[in-house]
């Protein structure tokens, strides 16, 4: 084929390589013979002219020299092996426990940021104090956080439209406008938009259905969505955003948030781990809540929303009082120690606090001291 195409065959390059490498050879006092035995991370195979070349060498035999002509072994690569051992025995790094001024300690915190503060606080020093975080791959493909984002958008278009009524007749066709319109604000391309349609279109029947039954139980005043709160709570700023808060028609209200990833576990709210809805009932008895009067909180939950099989799930929270009354004993805590006081701000100091997300492990080079005490 290679002839057919006017194309050199092999064997003459790579005689010609051979003549160039033993003209070079030659001409110099000292030739070092060198290759790469590993290539991105996988072993290599040397190169056919140099295994004969040292194979031949070491057949060579006379009395000149008895060890035959093989090829001595150079000292370079030892050389280069040494630059790498350490001047010491190496000391494994201990566990960070950063310890700014207090004027340096932000005096703001959000709800989600307290769950941080709690499993670990030298994340929370990394991000807020230190302004790091991490960079987005290059060409990273839509995913989990981009299809949360159009749930959450399609949720409170959706939401807007009905009111906090009974449900309209055409509610599955108002679901199905606002889902569109979600997707076309994200500017889906057609692969992941066929995707997401028919889980959408799931998630579209799962709302249907508990808002059915919340507002045949609960008759509801007014829906509120996405809505920002801010409040001073132990000499901090406490803010955040809930997904949803529903004033009922009875006094009180209702708080809702929707994941479209893992539910935190019931072990994890009871222990208070995850503290962001007792934090935001705190909030909405403080009035903390645009345009929503300060009330009691009568029920918090958690909606799954996947739009897989099955495509939702209700995560109801119990003993909201206890969990509320623990949250506000949790933050002042923090702000007492951490935001206000002189306690470091050590890394995952609670083995049994698991902290969501691993951006800052390496930063605190936790592979080297996770195991000690």
């Known amino acids: 084929m290679r002839e057919r195409f006017g194309l050199p065959a092999p064997e003459a390059r790579i005689g010609r390589v051979a003549a160039d490498f033993l003209l070079t050879a030659c001409a110099a006092p000292d030739a070092v013979l060198s290759r790469a035995t590993r290539r991105g991370g996988a072993p290599t195979v040397p190169a056919r002219w140099l295994t004969r070349l040292s194979t031949f060498l070491r057949g060579q035999r006379a009395a000149t020299w008895p060890e035959g002509l093989a090829l001595p072994d150079n000292p370079a690569p030892a050389w280069a092996a040494q630059l790498d051992q350490p001047a010491a025995a190496p000391v494994p790094a201990t566990r960070p426990r950063p310890a700014p001024p207090r004027a340096a300690r932000p005096a703001r915190v959000s709800v989600t940021e307290v769950a ?38 399609a949720m409170a278009q959706f939401l807007r439209t009905i009111g906090p009524h009974a449900l309209p007749g055409d509610a599955a066709a108002l679901w199905d406008a606002a ?41 509801l005043a007014r829906t509120h969505q996405e809505v920002k709160a801010e409040a001073v709570i132990s000499g901090i700023t406490l803010h955040g955003r809930a997904d949803r808060v529903d004033e009922c028609a009875a006094g009180g209200v209702l708080i809702l948030d929707y994941k479209t990833g893992a539910l935190p576990s019931n072990k994890e709210v009871e222990t208070g781990a995850q503290p962001q809805l007792p934090l ?74 698991q902290a969501r997300g691993t951006d800052y492990d390496h930063l605190a080079r936790r592979a080297e001291w996770q195991d000690s005490p």
């Open 179 to 219: 889902a569109t319109k979600a997707m076309d604000k994200a500017a889906l391309r057609p692969s992941l938009r066929a995707f997401w349609t028919p889980r959408l279109s799931r998630i579209g029947a799962f709302i249907r259905e508990q808002e059915a039954a919340l507002r045949h139980t609960t008759p």
């Open 280 to 353: 935001e009932a705190l909030l909405a008895a403080h009035g903390a809540f645009q345009g929503i009067p300060a009330a009691d909180t009568r029920s918090m939950a958690y909606w799954k929303l996947t739009g897989g099989v099955p495509p939702g799930e209700v995560m109801q929270i119990e003993e909201m009082a206890n969990l509320m009354a623990q949250a506000e004993e949790m933050l002042d805590s923090i702000a007492k120690t951490l935001l206000r006081g002189d306690a470091p701000f050590t890394a995952r100091p609670h083995p049994g606090r």
């Open 116 to 153: 941080t503060l709690l499993a670990d606080p030298y994340a929370f020093y990394a991000r807020r104090m230190l302004h790091l975080a991490p960079l987005d791959p290059i060409d990273a493909q839509i995913g989990a956080a981009e299809y949360g984002e159009v749930v959450h958008d």
